[in-house]
């Protein structure tokens, strides 16, 4: 295989070649001139000089004789070349430490965590010399790579010699087509979720929102997998620091248009959420099938597959809470380097919501019914409803509730359209004994905060919704 180094090999064979050629045609031409006493015009033209350079060489000729012609650093290194010992640290950091970045990015680490200042086209040449390639190769040169190493291996003369050849090619992606990018910031936001192993090795779930204008990602969030919760905190992350985005761009997937087989209610259903939270913000949302119709997103996911690994690992995060931690200002530091300038484009975000707004919007809805105990079971646990000053309100079996799960983790419940509880859980035995316990109190009611009955909480509109949805058009859900 050829590779940048041997061609550079072969490059510098051919300019000495060509520099002993000109040093044997001036001793040449100066040997001829002092010998025959000939005309220093018609030599200084013959070798491009000047006819004071001519008096030169002569002077030279005739103190050292051919010697005057050799270069003086033939057969030294030039001064700018790299040690043996640096491109051997170089790669031995890559096999060890490094492997799996995209050589841009571990040119940069090499500066910023070794102190080795080299260029891109350097490091690249160390290690393709030792048969490594970046994660990053183009098709065509993954194509002449494989077929060069076929052509050697065929020639090699042990099978040794054969399985020695190899290469840590990684598959590329096909390229994704181009489209102009939206003229303002906050106009369309694509969204997706793919697992990968992140960090340790198991898979998780990184889930991200892209700004179409600007190239620069505005929510990014981590979990074990694609998840209603995963998206809600990205929808947050840009609800908090830039406001009401106009528009989201996501595939026929999953959380958006996924609707669980022999789901049991609802609350499960993570498109109607998503979606119905996205309504009450004003947000649009988009769906496409094609991949490439959303290839900023796509194009995004395979530059943080080839970096954030790295980092996360160099970090030593280890689990889900941390890498969400670290996402937090690695973020802002990738969007620093390689997305537009956000503040030399419009933006038409609306108002940042209040947090209160944040977290009761962002929620659950589903249905469920007051059992012969007053008691409303969810996600198998019991819970009664306490009025705002913790009295609990007692209802007939069989009234339909709707349960409303804060962003926070919060629990909430409408009755009849009117009226809002605090969803208060039910412990499965008491602590203390009022018959065995002398110190036993009966607890006091406690005073709780109960937010206003508002439009997206009311079952009649939560109803007519999921029934506008198009998974739903053909199912039997009543409300």
Same mark, same amino acid.
Request: hydrophobic share 35%.
């Given at each position: 295989?050829?590779?940048?180094?041997?061609?550079?090999?072969?490059?510098?064979?051919?300019?000495?070649?060509?520099?002993?050629?000109?040093?044997?045609?001036?001793?040449?031409?100066?040997?001829?001139?002092?010998?025959?006493?000939?005309?220093?015009?018609?030599?200084?033209?013959?070798?491009?000089?000047?006819?004071?350079?001519?008096?030169?060489?002569?002077?030279?000729?005739?103190?050292?004789?051919?010697?005057?012609?050799?270069?003086?650093?033939?057969?030294?290194?030039?001064?700018?070349?790299?040690?043996?010992?640096?491109?051997?640290?170089?790669?031995?950091?890559?096999?060890?430490?490094?492997?799996?970045?995209?050589?841009?990015? /571990?040119?940069?680490?090499?500066?910023?965590?070794?102190?080795?200042?080299?260029?891109?086209?350097?490091?690249?040449?160390?290690?393709?010399?030792?048969?490594?390639?970046?994660?990053?190769?183009?098709?065509?040169?993954?194509?002449?790579?494989?077929?060069?190493?076929?052509?050697?291996?065929?020639?090699?003369? %042990?099978?040794?010699?054969?399985?020695?050849?190899?290469?840590?090619?990684?598959?590329?992606?096909?390229?994704?087509?181009?489209?102009?990018?939206?003229?303002?910031?906050?106009?369309?936001?694509?969204?997706?979720?793919?697992?990968?192993?992140? /960090?340790? %090795?198991?898979?998780?779930?990184?889930?991200?929102?892209?700004?179409?204008?600007?190239?620069?990602?505005?929510?990014?969030?981590?979990?074990?997998?694609?998840?209603?919760?995963?998206?809600?905190?990205?929808?947050?992350?840009?609800?908090?620091?830039?406001?009401?985005?106009?528009?989201?761009?996501?595939?026929?997937?999953?959380?958006?248009?996924?609707?669980?087989?022999?789901?049991?209610?609802?609350?499960?259903?993570?498109?109607?959420?998503?979606?119905?939270?996205?309504?009450?913000?004003?947000?649009?949302?988009?769906?496409?099938?094609?991949?490439?119709?959303?290839?900023?997103?796509?194009?995004?996911?395979?530059?943080?597959?080839?970096?954030?690994?790295?980092?996360?690992?160099?970090?030593?995060?280890?689990?889900?809470?941390?890498?969400?931690?670290?996402?937090?200002?690695?973020?802002?530091? /990738?969007?620093?380097?390689?997305?537009?300038?956000?503040?030399?484009?419009?933006?038409?975000?609306?108002?940042?919501?209040?947090?209160?707004?944040?977290?009761?919007?962002?929620?659950?809805?589903?249905?469920?019914?007051?059992?012969?105990?007053?008691?409303?079971? /969810?996600?198998?646990?019991?819970?009664?409803?306490?009025?705002?000053?913790?009295?609990?309100?007692?209802?007939?079996?069989?009234?339909?509730?709707?349960?409303?799960?804060?962003?926070?983790?919060?629990?909430?419940?409408?009755?009849?359209?009117?009226?809002?509880?605090?969803?208060?859980?039910?412990?499965?035995?008491?602590?203390?004994?009022?018959?065995?316990?002398?110190?036993?109190?009966?607890?006091?009611?406690?005073?709780?905060?109960?937010?206003?009955?508002?439009?997206?909480?009311?079952?009649?509109?939560?109803?007519?919704?999921?029934?506008?949805?198009?998974?739903?058009?053909?199912?039997?859900?009543?409300?």
């Amino acid at each position: 295989m050829v590779s940048y180094l041997h061609q550079y090999m072969e490059v510098e064979i051919i300019r000495r070649i060509e520099l002993n050629m000109d040093e044997q045609k001036k001793y040449e031409v100066i040997k001829k001139l002092v010998d025959t006493n000939g005309n220093k015009d018609r030599a200084a033209m013959t070798l491009g000089i000047s006819r004071r350079q001519v008096n030169r060489l002569i002077i030279a000729y005739n103190d050292e004789g051919k010697g005057a012609f050799v270069h003086g650093n033939r057969g030294r290194k030039p001064a700018i070349t790299t040690s043996d010992e640096v491109r051997r640290t170089v790669v031995d950091l890559y096999r060890t430490k490094y492997y799996g970045a995209n050589f841009v990015h /571990f040119t940069e680490l090499l500066k910023r965590n070794e102190n080795i200042s080299l260029s891109v086209s350097a490091v690249t040449n160390y290690l393709e010399t030792e048969n490594i390639y970046s994660p990053r190769v183009t098709k065509a040169k993954r194509k002449r790579i494989r077929k060069e190493l076929e052509q050697k291996k065929a020639n090699a003369r %042990t099978k040794k010699e054969a399985d020695a050849i190899q290469t840590n090619i990684v598959a590329v992606e096909d390229a994704h087509s181009r489209r102009p990018r939206c003229a303002y910031f906050g106009e369309l936001l694509q969204m997706d979720a793919t697992p990968y192993e992140w /960090f340790g %090795t198991k898979k998780t779930t990184l889930h991200i929102a892209v700004d179409d204008a600007t190239g620069s990602i505005v929510g990014a969030y981590l979990d074990r997998q694609e998840t209603l919760k995963g998206y809600y905190n990205v929808y947050a992350q840009i609800l908090r620091k830039y406001g009401i985005p106009y528009k989201f761009f996501t595939d026929r997937r999953t959380v958006f248009t996924y609707k669980k087989k022999n789901a049991p209610d609802i609350g499960e259903d993570v498109c109607t959420q998503f979606a119905y939270a996205c309504k009450q913000f004003g947000t649009a949302i988009e769906y496409s099938s094609v991949p490439q119709a959303k290839g900023r997103v796509e194009r995004m996911f395979e530059s943080l597959q080839s970096r954030l690994p790295v980092e996360l690992r160099l970090a030593g995060i280890t689990d889900v809470d941390a890498a969400n931690e670290f996402l937090d200002h690695y973020i802002d530091e /990738f969007n620093a380097r390689f997305a537009l300038p956000v503040n030399s484009i419009k933006s038409v975000f609306e108002t940042q919501p209040s947090e209160e707004t944040i977290n009761l919007t962002l929620a659950i809805l589903t249905q469920r019914t007051v059992d012969s105990g007053h008691c409303i079971q /969810f996600n198998n646990r019991y819970y009664r409803m306490l009025d705002s000053n913790g009295m609990q309100e007692h209802y007939r079996k069989g009234t339909k509730a709707m349960v409303i799960q804060a962003f926070d983790g919060s629990l909430f419940c409408s009755v009849n359209d009117n009226t809002i509880y605090v969803l208060d859980e039910i412990s499965k035995r008491e602590t203390k004994s009022e018959e065995f316990d002398p110190e036993y109190e009966k607890p006091a009611p406690q005073k709780r905060y109960i937010p206003p009955m508002n439009h997206p909480w009311r079952s009649k509109s939560f109803w007519k919704f999921v029934k506008s949805q198009q998974h739903h058009l053909t199912d039997d859900v009543s409300a």
